[in-house]
Structure formats: C-alpha cells, structure tokens
C-alpha cells in the first residue's frame, strides 16, 4: 500500500485509509507526517538520553511539530519537510558528542526534497510496528499526545509554559522506541490523560487571564452590509491581533466553527466589529466559505481541501498549511502577526451572502456555570432537573452523526445538555427550550474547553458530597473525530469518568484486546440506536 493512516474517525471503512486519506490528504503528505513523527521520536530519545526532556526549545519544537501532523491541519508538503528538517538539525544540535553509540531513530541522517523524504517514510509508518496490541496501543498514546500538544501550542502562544508536560511528551515519544509491554504502555497512555488533565488546566488558565472568563452571551448569526473576514480555527490569540488590525477600518469579523466560542470573551466584546458567527462546523466550510464572499483566516485545523471558489481569499497561518495558500508568518518575539493583506483584500469584496438569522447563546465555561451553581444545585434537588447528558467533542461528514442531533431532539425536557467542540453544532440551533432559566443547551467553548464540563462535574461531586464522579446524574455520550478528541477522552478517563459512549464509531487503531481493556476497566462503549441510549442513559447504564 502507498500509504497508511488510521488516525481520525473518518478512516476508510473504519480500517485505514491506503490509497489517500478521506481527509483529503495524499500519498505523499502522509508519509511525511509518518516521517516527521519518526524524526520526533529520534529527538525525544536523544533528549531523554541526555536528561534535558523538560527543555524549552525541544518542548516548544515537539508541540509545533505534532500540532502539523493533526487531521485536517497541514497538507504543505513543502512545511512539512521544512520542520522535519528543523527536528533533525535540533536532534544533531543535541545528540552525542564525539563519536556516536546511539541506534536507529536518532542517527539517522537525512536530507532531500519532500519526494525523497516521504520515500523514507514507507519502512516508519504505523504498521513498522507488527504486533496489533502494541500498535494499538503505541497509536493510542501517539494521537493522545498529538492532541496534547495542540492545547499546549495555544497556550505558549499566550505564554502559559509547563516544562513538566514538554517533559512526558518527550517521555511518551521516546517510549515508542522503546520494548515496553502492554501494561507499561497502558500505564503510559493513562498518564498521557493525566497531563492531558494538566495541559487543559493550563490552557484554560491562558485563555481566561488573557481575555476574562466566558459569560453568557447571546450571538447573532446574521450578516451586515459591510464587508467581512471569517476566521476558523482555535487560537485566541490570532483572534486579538486580528480583531485590535481591523478595527476602525469598516471591516467586519465573523468567527466560524470551534472560534465561535470567541464571541463569550469579555476581551473580545469590546471589538464592534466583531458581529458573530457566520456557518456550522468545520466540513461545511466549501460550501460556507464560497458564499461568505470575503476572506477567511485558517488559524489552525479544521482545513478541508481549498475549492477554486475561493483559493484566491483563504489565508493559513500558525500549524495550518495548503498548497499555494498564503500564508501569514509567524510573529516575531515581542511582535504580532501581520494581517494587513487580509484586511486591504476584504475591502475589495462584497459582503457575505445571509444564509441564516436569528442568534444562539453560549459561555457556559466552568466559572459561569459555578456562578449559577445555587440555581443548578436547586433545580437538581427539586427534581426539575433529572439527568445531564454531556454531548462533546468533534462534528464530521457521516450522515450516520445525526444521532446526535437525534438524541438532542428526543431526550426528555427535564435534562440538560453539556457541550463544548464542534460537536455542539449539531444541536446548538435546536429549539430545546430551558428548565427555571436553565438552557437546556450549555456550551462551555472549544473542545480544549471539554476541561470545564470536567471542573463543572467535580465542583457538583464536591457539593452533593459524594465520593464518585459515576455517581452523579452525568451521562457521557461523546462524538469524535480527531486526536485533540483522543487526548480529552484520555483526559476523562483519567479522572475516572465511566460509562462513556464513544461514536459514531469507535476508533479504528483500537484492537480487539485494548477495546476489551477498556471496556472491563472503564466501561467504554459505542453509541447505538439513539432510544435504548437514551433509555439506559436515564437509567444511568
């Protein structure tokens, strides 16, 4: 096969994609990716060997670079076979003086054009690894630190560092060279949840020290008459310095998709011009981006592969890259990004074609929810409230994802739904109504902010004193697609949520034997027919 990638929820036939990803992603871009998560395992080893795991400039290498290598995030294969050089040179930088007794990865020495580089990846991939269990399991804990590494690039970018965390991501990458058995690597993918636990703390300590804590708030889905830009993606960050060069210049904002969340930061609410959202989730972004008619800012996945429609306004920037895109570099230390030819080209275009009104409300962080927590505890008490339903995670293409939007429609009045990702828009637009003021929808924020459904959960066990999270009227029924999903599945796990429904399908780099672990230890399943989920779900099953 030219190549093989298993790595989100969309594989082909739920087995793995080996002609070209259903991504969009081609032969060549995914044997880079493979190659450059060969060359990090190379640099973790020497790192770990010379006990400097918690470096800075390795930590800060190591996130970049698997942040690149995400479903839907880079399919440059030009960037890509400029950071797997920039690996090797820090490797080389760092390695054995002198004469050199290190082993494969770490020595070996390569140079060349992306053609040449992703012919070298053919022998690293996924399936170098022979035995299912351990590939599983070595998938398991790779795709568990890829979406580690994503929250951990957001948060440096707004200077919220843990070396601790640089330091696992060079322990769990070192580990894949590594003869361990299948209880050690088990044991390593259960503390990848705990630092996934310690990564979104961080995260969310970055995001609400720069630009407050979310509050409710209420955005329009509508257009005005003056030209607009759309930025996708998750960091907040180019969001301000977006948002701060806009304004004053007639140009409107709309955030999409997972930077809906946005519109809940005080920080940002200040900016008039930043007049809502416009669209769904990310895979609708061919059809919405064509009618929006202005530019569109990538700030990191979810890209889909560009339509000529409108190749000619959509900028990349940050971990996000496409062939014959533009892209906006990097900020320099100290400095910001430069927007200035999105915002002179938004000003030539039309403004966005309305293809919806009304608004939807959000900001229902952990720190808001606890502000409404007398509310909460009260409606729960009186029975007003039966059951929360936390409905997560990740939207995708498969038609087989309107259970949830099912599950939302068809659960009884009296619970309410938990959501934060891209999964929430399948359910966000509903009119579900609400319980004494409650919304029956609370959006906490991106998945990153998976983390406050988490708080909130913890904060409810500590004030109904009970001794297990299992043991509040919680149920878990999550939608996946990427690893930033994996990590806070992880990360659930971890804090000893049971009884969780993963789908529409569970991942394809499970085994049988590592699915059998996880059944008997944590009681994970896959979601089913939406009224027998909703039945055990009331049930507490």
Same mark, same amino acid.
């Given at each position: 096969m030219s190549m093989f990638c298993y790595q989100c929820q969309e594989t082909c036939k739920n087995t793995g994609c080996t002609v070209a990803g259903m991504c969009g992603k081609k032969e060549e871009t995914a044997n880079l990716q493979d190659l450059l998560i060969f060359a990090l395992r190379g640099l973790a080893t020497v790192a770990d060997r010379k006990g400097i795991a918690n470096d800075k400039e390795i930590g800060e290498l190591i996130t970049r670079s698997l942040f690149v290598t995400i479903t839907n995030a880079n399919f440059d294969n030009d960037a890509i076979s400029a950071i797997i050089t920039e690996v090797l040179a820090l490797r080389d930088k760092v390695k054995c003086e002198g004469t050199?007794?290190?082993?494969?990865p770490e020595c070996v020495t390569?140079?060349?054009?992306?053609?040449?580089y992703a012919?070298?990846?053919?022998s690293v991939g996924v399936l170098s690894t022979e035995n299912e269990d351990v590939r599983s399991l070595r998938s398991l804990l790779t795709y568990g630190l890829k979406g580690m590494a994503a929250y951990a690039h957001h948060a440096e970018m707004l200077g919220k560092e843990d070396d601790t965390i640089y330091a696992f991501m060079v322990e769990g990458l070192a580990a894949l060279d590594k003869e361990l058995s299948a209880d050690e690597l088990v044991a390593l993918v259960l503390k990848a949840g705990e630092f996934g636990v310690t990564t979104m703390a961080l995260l969310d300590a970055a995001n609400t020290g720069a630009y407050g804590n979310p509050e409710i708030s209420e955005v329009n889905?509508?257009?005005?008459?003056?030209?607009g830009i759309l930025i996708s993606g998750h960091d907040l960050k180019d969001m301000e310095e977006l948002l701060k060069q806009t304004a004053g210049t007639g140009v409107d904002v709309y955030t999409h998709s997972e930077m809906l969340p946005a519109n809940y930061y005080p920080a940002f609410k200040k900016y008039d011009n930043l007049v809502g959202n416009y669209g769904n989730a990310w895979w609708k972004q061919a059809e919405e981006f064509t009618s929006f008619n202005g530019p569109i800012l990538m700030t990191t996945n979810c890209i889909v592969p560009v339509k000529d429609a409108y190749k000619d306004r959509i900028f990349t920037t940050g971990a996000t890259g496409y062939p014959d895109v533009k892209h906006i570099a990097d900020r320099t230390d100290g400095g910001t990004k430069d927007f200035s030819e999105i915002i002179e080209l938004a000003k030539t275009c039309q403004s966005p074609v309305e293809?919806?009104?009304?608004?939807?409300?959000?900001g229902f962080a952990h720190n808001q929810v606890m502000a409404l927590a007398d509310t909460v505890v009260g409606a729960v008490k009186s029975g007003a409230v039966k059951r929360f339903v936390v409905m997560a995670g990740c939207d995708g293409r498969q038609k087989s994802r309107s259970y949830f939007t099912e599950v939302a429609e068809q659960l009884p009045e009296d619970t309410i739904i938990l959501t934060a990702g891209c999964a929430k828009y399948r359910y966000n637009k509903l009119k579900l109504g609400d319980i004494g003021g409650i919304p029956r929808v609370l959006d906490a924020g991106q998945c990153n902010d998976s983390y406050s459904l988490a708080v909130i959960a913890l904060k409810l066990k500590e004030v109904f004193e009970l =001794?297990?999270?299992? $043991?509040?009227?919680?149920?878990?029924d999550i939608g996946w697609y990427e690893q930033k999903a994996v990590i806070v599945l992880l990360a659930l796990l971890y804090l000893g949520v049971k009884g969780i429904r993963l789908g529409p399908t569970l991942p394809a780099f499970l085994s049988p034997n590592v699915v059998k672990v996880l059944v008997e230890n944590f009681d994970i399943?896959?979601?089913? =027919?939406?009224?027998? $989920?909703?039945?055990?779900?009331?049930?507490?099953?």
């Open positions: 050199c007794a290190c082993s494969v390569w140079s060349g054009t992306p053609a040449e012919a070298k990846a053919v889905i509508g257009v005005s008459d003056k030209p293809i919806e009104t009304g608004s939807i409300v959000g =001794e297990d999270i299992n $043991d509040l009227p919680i149920s878990f399943k896959p979601t089913g =027919e939406v009224k027998a $989920d909703i039945e055990a779900m009331m049930a507490g099953k």
